[in-house]
């Protein structure tokens, strides 16, 4: 399957794919190669994102290219080369495939959008275990969690590690530990909170910590969780994304291609949120991730079959919009 080929092709490129690195520069280019021969017509805007048209393309569809470190093959991939086989499967339908850039520092391409479609469709690998748990190859994503993120820093006293009696010290880093357990407290009933990131002051074995920063990522499925989890956990947020809907025509189609596939709300932002908080009818179809779910790490898989299945949705739900 030609799908399956691509995807191979743009991972052969790397398995690490920064915002706009020369890794996803070449994948651009390749995806570029792949839009004229659906007889789209690619160009890039401001950000870069590479956007390819025929006729009065209202409708998009796609996702991004770039990736995490050492990343699997899918998430991301799988909707800009699903979105690029449907086009050819609609040779007069007016439409466009997109590849957002940097979607996963940020979302920051998807952000900086010139101009706004009137719908946009993404394909993205569910990057968690739901649809392999209920047996289900594609999902309906009918909402995306809203999230927080932030910074705490914790101040103590540097000091020498082999002279300074453990009662003398303030330990940033043991303040910090304390936070990071406490967080976790709150990760339940829809709320997830984590600390992914932590700097250390001086940071060397032989110093009590002076200072730490860590990370916070809290998400709830209502602004009103979130506002909560915030409040409760405690921390000044330096981004927040209200829970988004998933809306209008394009979920529509989505329901009227799949009827019966299970709808879920997406933990993890993308760049469909970004579109629907601007204000654009947009709609998510998840194909399942087998192994467990596993995401940004090369054990990410989804099967051809589900692959196969994703690619005929998608072209009737662009076909009907
Ligand atoms: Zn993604």
Redo the contacts with the bound molecule.
């Keep these: 399957m030609r799908v399956l080929e691509r995807l191979d092709q743009i991972y052969d490129i790397g398995a690490t794919r920064a915002g706009y690195s020369a890794e996803e520069d070449a994948a651009h280019e390749l995806a570029a190669d792949w839009m004229r021969e659906a007889g789209l017509e690619p160009s890039a805007d401001e950000a870069g994102n590479l956007i390819g048209r025929r006729g009065v393309a209202r409708i998009w569809t796609g996702?991004?290219l770039d990736s995490v470190p050492n990343a699997g093959k899918y998430?991301?991939a799988l909707?800009v080369v699903t979105g690029i086989e449907a086009a050819s499967r609609l040779p007069e339908a007016d439409l466009a495939v997109v590849a957002f850039r940097a979607?996963?520092t940020g979302p920051m391409g998807s952000r900086r959008l010139g101009e706004l479609p009137e719908a946009f469709v993404e394909v993205?690998?569910e990057?968690g275990p739901v649809l392999e748990r209920l047996g289900e190859p594609l999902g309906i994503v009918t909402a995306v969690s809203g999230q927080a993120r932030g910074a705490v820093t914790f101040e103590g006293r540097a000091a020498h590690a082999g002279t300074t009696p453990i009662e003398d010290r303030t330990d940033a880093l043991v303040e910090a530990a304390k936070f990071v357990l406490r967080v976790r407290e709150y990760a339940r009933d829809g709320v997830l909170a984590t600390v992914g990131a932590l700097e250390v002051e001086p940071g060397a074995a032989n110093v009590v910590p002076e200072r730490v920063t860590v990370s916070v990522d809290a998400r709830a499925l209502t602004a009103k969780r979130l506002d909560e989890v915030i409040e409760a956990i405690g921390f000044e947020p330096s981004w927040r994304q209200d829970p988004v809907a998933m809306s209008g025509p394009p979920l529509e189609a989505l329901r009227a291609v799949l009827p019966g596939a299970p709808e879920l709300v997406s933990g993890?932002g993308?760049?469909a949120m970004v579109l629907a908080a601007a204000g654009v009818s947009t709609a998510m179809l998840f194909v399942r991730s087998l192994n467990g779910g596993a995401s940004h790490s090369p054990d990410e898989f989804s099967s051809p079959e589900d692959i196969a299945l994703a690619v005929d949705a998608l072209t009737e739900v662009l076909a009907g919009l």
């Design positions: 996702s991004h998430d991301g909707g979607e996963e993205h690998v990057q993890a993308h760049d």
